[in-house]
C-alpha cells in the first residue's frame, strides 16, 4: 500500500507536469492550412494576370475509419463528391488504412458540395474539408507559355524538396513563372493545432492556430497590350515573336503559338487534359520563342557583316558578281534571286539579302574558325538565360562537330550553308533578338528578363527589384556596329522589306529570312528589326517574328512584325495598326523567297 501509494504520489504531483504534457502532444491533432500563392501582374500592375479564387479540399484521416465501414464511407464519400472510387481507393492504399495523418481526397471543391458532406457527416467518420486556394489563370493563350501552371506535388519532387517545407499535399510550379519562382511565389503554410479526447472528438476552446503567409506578388515585364498585339500580328500561324528592349533585357511581349489554357490543369481532369495537349502533333506545350532551335537564314547575315567588318576580312566597298548561281565542288549553289543581282558591296549584298556575295566572302576571306569566333561572340549555343525552367541553347556547327558528329570532314559547302544561316546552325528566335541587341548595343547583350519586382502581398511594398544584368560584351569597334545598323536601315528602306515594312510612324532597321528546311514550297519566315533607327538605344525595340514552314506559305512574318512596331510606336491595337498600314491591300501579294 505504501509503494502504490507513492506511486500515485509520484505520478500526478512530481512527475504530474511531465505526463501532462505527453498526453496533450499525443491527444493534438494537427493541420495545414495552406498560404495563398502571391498574384503575377504585368509591368503596370494593375489588374492580375494570375490570382486565387476560394477553394476547398476533402480529407480522410484513414485511422478514424472503423474497419468494416471502410468500403461504405468510401461508397458515400464518392458519390457526393462525384469521383470515381477507384480514385479515393488509389489515395487510400491498405497500407496506410491504420494511419492517422490526413490524406486530402480531393481539391478545388466547390462550397456547394462541401455543404453536403458537412450534412452527412455522421455517416463519414474521418473526413473533414478545409480552405485550400485554387489558381486562377485570367490571361491564357499566349500568356501560358510565360505564366505556366502549377499542380500537385509529386513523389520524385516532394524528395527533392522535403528539406524546403513542402509536404504531400502541396502544390507547385510545373510549368513557366510559376515554376521558376516557385518559392517566392508559395508564401508559408500556416498550422492549426486542436486537442481531441479519447474517441477522437474535438474538445472544445483548445484550438491554436498559426495564421499562413501569403507568397509574394510577381510584376512582369511583359507589357499585356504589346502581348496582345504580338499574338494578334502573328495569328493562327504556327512560330513564335519576340519584343525585346535591348538596353535592359526587359522582355516586352514573348508569344508562341499554338498556346494552352493553363486552367485545364486544375481540375480534377488534368492529367487527362495533360495528356490531350502533350499528343497534340502541333506541341501547344512547346514555347517556339525560347525552347525550339530553327536555322536562323538571312537574319544571320547581321552577324556576318559584323564579322566581314570587324575583321577587315573583304573590303565592304569592293564588290562580287552575282549570277544567281555559283558551282563549288560537285555541287551548285543557286542565290534566291533566280537570274542574279549583279555585282554587289556588302551594304546591297545585305540588303538585297544576296547569298553569293556571302558564301564568296566568308569561304574564301572570313573563314569558318573567324566565322564560329563571332557566333559564338553572339551568344549562339549558349543559353540565353532568361528567367525560365528550360531553354534551348541551338546549335553552332564546326569541324570538330561534324567529325566527332557523322565521322566527316568539314568542307567548304558546309562553310557556305553556315556563312547564310543554313546547313547545321540552329537559334531560338531569343537568340536571334539578342543578337540584334548586340549590335544595337555597341557590342552588349543584357541578360532577356520577365521578372521586374517582386512585391509584398498587401503592403505592396518592393522587396527586390531586378536590374540589367550583361550576358556578354563583346569587343568590336563600335564603328563597326553603327555601319552595320546603317546597312540595316538601308535594307528596309532599298531592301527585301521596302515593302512589307514601309512604316510612317516609325524608322526601323532589319533584316529579313526565309530558311529552307527540305520543303519545295514552303520555308521558315523570318524578320528582324528594331527601332527607331538612330535613336539611343534606351529608347530602342527589338521584334522578332518567325512563321514556321509547318504553314500554308506566305512571306509574313515582315508584315507581323510591322503591325507590332506599328501598335507599338501609335499605340494601336492590331486591328487599327492594320488599318493604318493599309488594310487588306497590306496583306502579301505576291509569294517572294528571300
Known amino acids: 500500500l505504501i509503494a502504490y501509494t507513492y506511486k500515485l504520489f509520484s505520478m500526478q504531483i512530481i512527475y504530474g507536469d511531465q505526463f501532462k504534457q505527453k498526453s496533450q502532444n499525443i491527444s493534438k491533432r494537427t493541420t495545414l492550412i495552406p498560404a495563398q500563392r502571391g498574384e503575377i501582374f504585368d509591368r503596370e500592375a494593375n489588374t492580375p494576370m494570375v490570382l486565387n479564387i476560394d477553394s476547398f479540399a476533402v480529407d480522410i484521416v484513414p485511422g478514424e475509419v472503423p474497419r468494416q465501414d471502410f468500403d461504405t464511407v468510401i461508397n458515400r464519400l464518392s458519390s457526393i463528391l462525384k469521383i470515381p472510387v477507384s480514385q479515393i481507393e488509389k489515395k487510400l492504399p491498405a497500407s496506410i488504412r491504420k494511419d492517422f495523418r490526413s490524406i486530402e481526397v480531393k481539391s478545388n471543391v466547390d462550397y456547394t458540395t462541401i455543404v453536403q458532406v458537412a450534412e452527412s457527416i455522421d455517416d463519414l467518420p474521418g473526413v473533414s474539408w478545409h480552405s485550400k486556394p485554387v489558381r486562377n489563370y485570367v490571361d491564357t493563350r499566349s500568356f501560358s507559355h510565360i505564366i505556366g501552371y502549377v499542380g500537385d506535388i509529386t513523389a520524385d519532387e516532394l524528395t527533392r524538396f522535403y528539406n524546403k517545407g513542402y509536404t504531400s499535399n502541396s502544390i507547385i510550379g510545373k510549368a513557366g513563372i510559376e515554376k521558376q519562382y516557385d518559392e517566392i511565389l508559395r508564401g508559408t503554410d500556416g498550422v492549426e493545432y486542436r486537442t481531441v479526447d479519447a474517441k477522437g472528438r474535438y474538445i472544445e476552446n483548445t484550438t491554436a492556430v498559426t495564421p499562413p503567409k501569403m507568397g509574394n506578388n510577381l510584376i512582369l515585364t511583359i507589357d499585356r497590350k504589346i502581348q496582345k498585339l504580338a499574338e494578334d500580328a502573328l495569328g493562327k500561324r504556327i512560330g ?68 566581314i567588318l570587324s575583321e577587315k576580312a573583304f573590303p565592304p566597298e569592293k564588290k ?92 567548304g559547302g558546309d562553310t557556305m550553308n553556315m556563312s547564310i544561316g543554313q546547313g547545321f546552325m540552329l537559334a531560338s528566335p531569343l537568340q536571334v533578338a539578342n543578337m540584334v541587341a548586340m549590335v544595337v548595343n555597341n557590342g552588349v547583350i543584357y541578360k532577356p528578363h520577365l521578372l521586374k519586382e517582386v512585391r509584398a502581398p498587401g503592403t505592396n511594398e518592393l522587396i527586390y527589384e531586378k ?26 528602306t532599298d531592301g527585301t522589306a521596302q ?19 527540305g520543303f519545295s514550297d514552303r520555308w521558315h519566315s523570318w524578320m528582324v528589326a528594331y527601332g527607331p533607327y538612330n535613336a539611343p538605344a534606351e529608347d530602342a525595340v527589338i521584334v522578332v517574328v518567325l512563321v514556321e514552314a509547318q504553314n500554308k506559305w506566305e512571306w509574313w512574318a515582315p508584315y507581323a512584325t510591322n503591325i507590332i512596331f506599328q501598335g507599338i510606336f501609335a499605340d494601336q491595337t492590331y486591328e487599327e495598326a492594320l488599318e493604318a498600314l493599309g488594310g487588306k491591300s497590306f496583306l502579301p501579294a505576291v509569294r517572294v523567297r528571300q
Not at 536590374?467 to 528596309?492: C, G, W
Not at 515593302?499 to 529552307?516: C, D, R, S, W
Request: proline content about 6%.
Open 320 to 411: 562580287i558578281q552575282c549570277s544567281g548561281k555559283v558551282e563549288y565542288g560537285n555541287h551548285l549553289f543557286r542565290c534566291h534571286q533566280r537570274y542574279g543581282h549583279g555585282y554587289l558591296d556588302l551594304r546591297n549584298a545585305l540588303a538585297q539579302s544576296c547569298d553569293i556575295y556571302y558564301w564568296t566572302v566568308c569561304r574564301d576571306n572570313l573563314g569558318i574558325d573567324k566565322m564560329v569566333d563571332y557566333v559564338r561572340d553572339f551568344g549562339y549555343g549558349k543559353s540565353a538565360e532568361i528567367d525560365l525552367p528550360s531553354q534551348a541553347v541551338g546549335q553552332v556547327p564546326n569541324p570538330v562537330w561534324k567529325e566527332r558528329q557523322f565521322h566527316e570532314k568539314w568542307l
Open 499 to 517: 515593302y512589307p515594312m514601309h512604316n510612317k510612324i516609325v524608322q526601323l532597321a532589319g533584316k529579313t529570312g526565309t530558311a529552307e528546311v
Open 240 to 307: 513564335a515573336a519576340v519584343v525585346l528592349k535591348p538596353a535592359t533585357g526587359e522582355v516586352l511581349a514573348l508569344v508562341s503559338y499554338p498556346s494552352f489554357d493553363s486552367n485545364l490543369f486544375l481540375n480534377d481532369n488534368g492529367n487527362e487534359m495533360y495528356a490531350q495537349v502533350l499528343h497534340d502533333p502541333r506541341n501547344p506545350l512547346l514555347n517556339r520563342a525560347v525552347n525550339a532551335s530553327y536555322p536562323p537564314a538571312s537574319t544571320f547575315k547581321i552577324a556576318m557583316s559584323t564579322a
Open 467 to 492: 536590374k540589367p544584368e550583361v550576358l556578354r560584351q563583346s569587343d568590336i569597334p563600335a564603328d563597326v556596329f553603327a555601319q552595320v545598323r546603317a546597312d540595316m536601315r538601308y535594307t528596309i
